[in-house]
């Protein structure tokens, strides 16, 4: 009996002894062996490589623009493209919103919410949305596009040293000048022009004024009389006053009166032979004969320049002096041209911009 028991036992330890062998090299099959320094990397190990670095900081810019104009919309597509050029691409590593306004209060509610998001730069396309955005705020940064006489307003102290938060890009009257000049070479038999604008309208007066100076230089030396205007009746007045008073070119300045009752006008060229030189591109779509403009869209570049200067270089807008772009382009209306049975000579076909 005891040899019985003793066998018993001895089998139970032997079953023991290979199962806890057996244990051993199972378990033994899902220990990782130490990496060596030649070791290719297991997938544990990959996951506890660095994670990338994070996307570069971005900016928040609102972009107010107050008039539906050629000159504007092509100032703004000037900031846009700069920014990109740099790198600077909207919904990648920059937000910019912009809105494009014409209504005076809701102009001025989207710049408001600029200021309470405390956006980190707003970009002011025009007098009206500069001169809100200043009264708004006085630390976030303003960088304007296509304002005239910035050094007037009391947002900047002078156009040299701006002192504030607010800075940018102007675009002068020089195409004012350059416009009356034009009709020197244009229309060298021109012995009177006639200027037709909106009496009420500051800018549009002193365009007309600054008109009659050139006008009235050594080297242009032509007759000039001035024609403002305050309603649709006045204009076919006025242009019937012109016709006998021996207008040979109309001026019509950057007007927005003026640009809503153009059809009037264009007509009466046509029918009397009588070319308009006009204020801008969209006046010159029209039906106008030509106008002498600088490229808005480098209003936008060198504006889209100084923000980034501020954004990314720490420059403030106290230390960044107005800019000017005066450099002005002759365009003519192919269409107009045509009508008016005008023909230029090959000099000015080489250099204009026949559209």
Same mark, same amino acid.
Request: proline share 5%; charged share 25%.
């Given at each position: 009996?005891?040899?019985?028991?003793?066998?018993?036992?001895?089998?139970?330890?032997?079953?023991?002894?290979?199962?806890?062998?057996?244990?051993?090299?199972?378990?033994?099959?899902?220990?990782?062996?130490?990496?060596?320094?030649?070791?290719?990397?297991?997938?544990?190990?990959?996951?506890?490589?660095?994670?990338?670095?994070?996307?570069?900081?971005?900016?928040?810019?609102?972009?107010?623009?107050?008039?539906?104009?050629?000159?504007?919309?092509?100032?703004?597509?000037?900031?846009?493209?700069?920014?990109?050029?740099?790198?600077?691409?909207?919904?990648?590593?920059?937000?910019?919103?912009?809105?494009?306004?014409?209504?005076?209060?809701?102009?001025?509610?989207?710049?408001?919410?600029?200021?309470?998001?405390?956006?980190?730069?707003?970009?002011?396309?025009?007098?009206?949305?500069?001169?809100?955005?200043? #009264?708004?705020? #006085?630390?976030?940064?303003?960088?304007?596009?296509?304002?005239?006489?910035?050094?007037?307003?009391?947002?900047?102290?002078?156009?040299?040293?701006?002192?504030?938060?607010?800075?940018?890009?102007?675009?002068?009257?020089?195409?004012?000048?350059?416009?009356?000049?034009?009709?020197?070479?244009?229309?060298?038999?021109?012995?009177?022009?006639?200027?037709?604008?909106?009496?009420? #309208?500051?800018?549009?007066?002193?365009?007309?004024?600054?008109?009659?100076?050139?006008?009235?230089?050594?080297?242009?030396?032509?007759?000039?009389?001035?024609?403002?205007?305050?309603?649709?009746?006045?204009?076919?007045?006025?242009?019937?006053?012109?016709?006998?008073?021996?207008?040979?070119?109309?001026?019509?300045?950057?007007?927005?009166?003026?640009?809503?009752?153009?059809?009037?006008?264009?007509?009466?060229?046509?029918?009397?032979?009588?070319?308009?030189?006009?204020?801008?591109?969209?006046?010159?779509?029209?039906?106008?004969?030509?106008?002498?403009?600088?490229?808005?869209?480098?209003?936008?570049?060198?504006?889209?320049?100084?923000?980034?200067?501020?954004?990314?270089?720490?420059?403030?807008?106290?230390?960044?002096?107005?800019?000017?772009?005066?450099?002005?382009?002759?365009?003519?209306?192919?269409?107009?041209?045509?009508?008016?049975?005008?023909?230029?000579?090959?000099?000015?076909?080489?250099?204009?911009?026949?559209?």
């Amino acid at each position: 009996m005891k040899k019985h028991l003793v066998l018993i036992v001895n089998v139970i330890l032997i079953i023991g002894i290979l199962c806890g062998v057996g244990y051993a090299v199972y378990r033994a099959s899902f220990i990782k062996p130490e990496k060596t320094k030649n070791d290719v990397a297991t997938v544990d190990s990959v996951a506890t490589v660095d994670e990338p670095t994070a996307p570069p900081i971005e900016y928040d810019i609102g972009i107010i623009q107050h008039s539906d104009v050629d000159n504007c919309n092509n100032v703004y597509q000037g900031f846009i493209a700069e920014l990109a050029s740099n790198g600077y691409v909207n919904g990648n590593n920059i937000n910019l919103d912009y809105v494009l306004e014409e209504d005076n209060a809701k102009c001025e509610a989207a710049i408001q919410r600029f200021v309470d998001e405390e956006y980190d730069l707003i970009f002011a396309i025009g007098p009206f949305a500069t001169r809100i955005a200043a #009264s708004k705020t #006085s630390d976030i940064p303003i960088v304007f596009g296509a304002i005239s006489e910035p050094e007037k307003e009391e947002y900047i102290k002078s156009n040299e040293n701006p002192s504030g938060n607010v800075t940018g890009v102007c675009d002068d009257y020089t195409h004012c000048f350059e416009q009356i000049d034009s009709i020197k070479m244009l229309f060298p038999k021109c012995k009177k022009i006639g200027a037709i604008y909106t009496a009420t #309208s500051e800018s549009s007066v002193t365009q007309a004024l600054i008109g009659e100076k050139e006008a009235q230089m050594e080297n242009i030396n032509i007759p000039y009389a001035k024609y403002p205007v305050e309603n649709a009746k006045e204009i076919a007045a006025s242009l019937d006053v012109m016709k006998s008073d021996g207008v040979d070119v109309i001026y019509a300045p950057v007007d927005g009166f003026v640009n809503k009752n153009l059809k009037t006008i264009v007509d009466f060229s046509y029918k009397n032979g009588i070319p308009i030189v006009c204020g801008n591109l969209t006046m010159l779509e029209k039906g106008c004969f030509s106008t002498s403009v600088i490229n808005y869209a480098s209003v936008g570049c060198a504006a889209g320049d100084m923000t980034l200067d501020i954004l990314t270089a720490g420059a403030k807008p106290s230390d960044i002096p107005i800019a000017y772009i005066s450099e002005c382009y002759l365009h003519i209306n192919k269409e107009a041209m045509e009508k008016l049975k005008i023909t230029l000579p090959d000099e000015i076909k080489e250099t204009a911009l026949i559209e």
